[in-house]
Structure formats: structure tokens, C-alpha cells
């Protein structure tokens, strides 16, 4: 089942092109990598697809909800994570929790049998009754990801989640990932670690606004004949003649 569909999307901001007929589907369950570099139009694709802002042109659906007509019901079904933290930092890990949960409009003994369930799931008994600012970076990260997966949403967007964490906690990181591909949700990531690329189902590379390649990592690594998802990137990024997006 499609949870991501969208055709020749497009946004414009005066005459600059950010975003250029864009064409591509995200199955349910599905971990799809978005990647390009700085300036490329991953920010701006993301924000329409969150509901966050309006197409110029183009169609789009997300979990079901028109992108130009449904994005509080877009809003509702999506759970989005980005690399700055951006959770309380004055309250513990099950009053993030539990304050998030009320947000999406859980009930009471929901949330209660829900945090249970993540601290449990998580090994996060030590720290939650810590202040989210007194944990480490790793824990931090593993804790907005529960967060941003608390009200079982149908898609996640993940917006270069694992920045500035060590590769033991990135590895963690994308365990829960695709724990939480198994229970059907599915995943949008974008990152600039191409290492993390390989752990995707699927891939896409924008460059200069417009998708170049999208293909599985090992399809895409035999199309360009090349050892490594780094060397795609750079052969296609090496492409892009512009600097902002």
C-alpha cells in the first residue's frame, strides 16, 4: 500500500525552482532514503509533505490526506524527528511522553500503558525519571524517536536524526528503525551519512531540485558502477549548479 504518493510536485519561489516535478511512491513499511546536498531541495520537498507548506503545482497524498486540502489530517497521522533535539529539556523522558501523547489526543490509560511499553522496549528504566538535558546525546536521540513514534503514526519523517552521534548509537538508532518498519511504519530518512543510505530499502538523490537517481542501493550502486553509495552520491552531486535551495 502506497503512504507517500506524488506527481510532478513542484515549488516555486518567484522564478527559482526549489522543487522541480517531483514523481515517486513510499510503500507502507518501507525505510526510503532522501538524500541530496545542501541546497538541493530536501527541505523544502519534506515541508510540503509534512503539510507544512503549500505546492506550487503538482499532487500529492501522504497516509492517505491531500497535501493542498488535508494537512491537519496529514499532521495527525505523521510523527517527524529532526537532528537539533527538539524535545523539553526540563522535563523527564515519560513527561516528554506523556506530554506528546496528550498532544496527539491519547487517552489517559493509553499513555500510561504506551510509556510503559517504550521504557520497557527501549531500556530507558535508568533514565526515565532523568531530565531529558542531563541525558547523553545517544539516549537523547533514542528518546525523541519514541517520541516521534508514540502515537503509532503511519509514517516517520526523520530529518537527519543521527548528527553529531557515535556509530555505536547510530546503529542502535537504525535498529529502531526498523523495528519499527516490522509494525508498519514506515520511514522517510533523510541523512548525510551514506553508510546509512545501504540500511534503506530505497533511495532517492535530488540534485538541483529534481530527483536524479531512485533505485534500491544495490541496484543504484550496479547503474552507476560503483563500489559504494558515497560514490554515487558524489558522481551525481558533483552534477548540481546551484547552492541554495
Not at 523495528?179 to 530505497?202: I, K, L, Q
Request: with cysteine.
Amino acid at each position: 500500500m502506497k503512504v507517500i504518493e506524488v506527481n510532478r510536485l513542484c515549488k516555486y519561489f518567484g522564478s527559482f525552482g526549489a522543487v522541480k516535478n517531483l514523481d515517486f511512491h513510499v510503500e507502507q513499511g518501507e525505510i526510503f532514503g532522501f538524500l541530496g546536498a545542501n541546497g538541493a531541495g530536501k527541505t523544502t520537498a519534506m515541508r510540503m509533505l509534512c503539510g507544512l507548506l503549500t505546492p506550487t503545482s503538482g499532487t500529492g497524498h501522504v497516509a492517505g490526506f491531500d497535501i493542498y486540502r488535508e494537512t491537519e489530517k496529514i499532521k495527525r497521522n505523521i510523527g517527524y524527528m529532526s537532528q537539533k533535539f527538539s524535545l523539553y529539556e526540563d522535563l523527564t523522558t515519560v513527561e516528554n511522553l506523556e506530554l506528546f501523547g496528550g498532544i496527539y489526543g491519547m487517552r489517559g490509560k493509553e499513555i500510561k500503558n504506551k510509556t510503559g511499553d517504550v521504557v520497557a522496549e527501549l531500556g530507558l528504566q535508568f533514565g526515565k525519571d532523568l531530565l531529558v538535558r542531563s541525558l547523553p546525546l545517544g539516549v537523547k536521540q533514542k528518546v525523541a524517536f519514541a517520541v516521534s513514534t508514540f502515537h503509532s503514526p503511519k509514517i516517520v519523517f526523520l530529518d537527519e536524526p543521527t548528527g553529531g552521534v557515535d556509530p555505536l548509537a547510530r546503529r542502535t538508532f537504525w535498529e529502531m528503525i526498523y523495528r519499527a518498519a516490522n509494525r508498519g511504519v514506515t520511514s522517510f530518512v533523510t541523512t548525510h551519512y551514506m553508510d546509512e543510505a545501504e540500511y534503506c530499502h530505497r533511495v532517492s538523490i535530488m540534485v538541483d531540485g529534481e530527483i536524479r537517481a531512485l533505485q534500491s542501493p544495490g541496484d543504484m550502486k550496479k547503474h552507476f558502477n560503483a563500489s559504494s553509495m558515497e560514490e554515487v552520491f558524489f558522481a551525481l552531486a558533483r552534477q548540481a549548479k546551484r547552492s541554495e535551495a
